[in-house]
């Protein structure tokens, strides 16, 4: 099948990245022993915005920077590749803020049919969602201070990214 | 409480670029249309090696690039935000090529105890390793055509990005 344009961008950018890559070298754990949750969103440049070199921290990054959804990296971050830290990053202008699992449900359901819907069950059918921005913060920061998984030891703080103005401001 | 050196990086960091953001007019929904899912691996700047622009893709990352722990994040990505196709890239050195799952859960039980192995149930206990590269891109590739929540006009292609020349390959 013919390359898409996507698929061509993806091998004639790579190409060039290569041609002058350079760190080989680094190590498998995180040089600065952390991890740092954000959202997908495409607006976010966690290297660029948060400041992380290569090979210094793990990037986890799904729909809303839910730490749920991240448990089992950060599990396998802080239990076999040694980080002891966690920054967990949320956004102005979430698309999370926009909905609730019911209209996604129906989303699914309209353009997907019953059979999809069925699907949702690997998530609970839970899309998490959320209402007010900086509580959602708090209340995942508190999820994983909560989780018997990760260690007392491990420092999480809680932070919004401003896709208006690039600029990032603490909250818990 | 004072700022750990790692807050004190991205504070700093960020101020730098948020001094010179001139991207805050960007929209929600990524331009490009498509998604790309990878791993946490610290090794990896998907923005760089993947020649993706800013406010172009939604880029989810957890451990081993994953697309079961990807599939809430991709329906959003799809059902609500309009994207249309899925860049899926493992990569060389993963450290989910380096453990089981009884090995993982060897480990939560001697550091964390017993109450933290039962929190495993939140992701069924699996860690979801793999114990070959290509294979799992394209049983992961597999997954995702085969479930009904994403349709079939979305185009899904796997890759690998090694991190020891930082370059991509095609797998499937």
Avoid at 74 to 87: A, R
Avoid at 117 to 136: I, R, T
Wanted: net charge negative; charged share 20%.
């Amino acid at each position: 099948m013919a390359p898409t344009p996507i698929q061509e961008n993806l091998v004639t950018s790579n190409q060039t990245y290569a041609s002058s890559f350079k760190d080989g070298h680094l190590a498998l754990p995180p040089a600065k022993k952390y991890a740092v949750v954000t959202c997908m969103d495409a607006r976010i440049d966690p290297a660029a915005a948060y400041g992380i070199s290569l090979g210094d921290a793990h990037v986890i990054r799904n729909a809303g920077g839910n730490a749920r959804d991240a448990l089992r990296s950060l599990v396998i971050s802080e239990q076999l590749l040694g980080t002891q830290e966690i920054l967990l990053i949320k956004h102005t202008g979430c698309g999370m803020l926009t909905f609730k699992n019911e209209d996604a449900a129906g989303l699914v359901r309209k353009n997907l049919g019953e059979e999809a819907v069925g699907e949702l069950a690997a998530f609970a059918g839970d899309f998490q969602p959320f209402a007010e921005l900086d509580e959602a913060v708090k209340t995942d920061v508190a999820f994983l201070k909560a989780s018997k998984l990760i260690p007392e030891t491990v420092t999480i703080s809680g932070w919004v990214y401003e896709v208006e103005t690039g600029k990032v401001r603490s909250v818990v």
